[in-house]
Nanobody, 126 residues
Framework: QVQLVESGGGLVQAGDSLRLFCTASGRTFSRYAMGWFRQAPGKERELVASINWNGGLTYYGDSVKGRFTISRDNFKNTMYLQMNSLKPEGTAVYYC???????????????????WGQGTQVTVSS
């Protein structure tokens, strides 16, 4: 079991940078593949990036590749999302998610993640 809490969201201007944090409580954080999702008003929740248990494998959605970086520190039970060159279309609620992966691989589908945080709002003005 794992409990997830996101933080770091806020109001920024287009082109600015922001770093999101996902802090996990539990005994086995390092066993979980992790991911960042986002959901804008009226749109479906979409995968932004995901990472396997030790950070050796990462995945990025096409819309953020080259601008965002996902990372994790298992000693601190924390996952990060560094967001650079933010665009107005990046405005959304960003969610942290975790999924148990016996294989040690990464997940890319919403249904594969078992645990979710409450979300943190990111607003990018033009």
């Amino acid at each position: 079991q794992v409990q997830l809490v996101e933080s770091g969201g806020g109001l920024v201007q287009a082109g600015d940078s922001l770093r999101l944090f996902c802090t996990a409580s539990g005994r086995t954080f390092s066993r979980y593949a992790m991911g960042w999702f986002r959901q804008a008003p009226g749109k479906e929740r979409e995968l932004v990036a995901s990472i396997n248990w030790n950070g050796g494998l990462t995945y990025y959605g096409d819309s953020v590749k080259g601008r965002f970086t996902i990372s994790r520190d298992n000693f601190k039970n924390t996952m990060y999302l560094q967001m650079n060159s933010l665009k107005p279309e990046g405005t959304a609620v960003y969610y942290c998610a975790a999924g148990d992966t016996p294989s040690g691989g990464i997940y890319t589908q919403r249904g594969d993640f078992d645990y979710w945080g409450q979300g943190t709002q990111v607003t990018v003005s033009s």
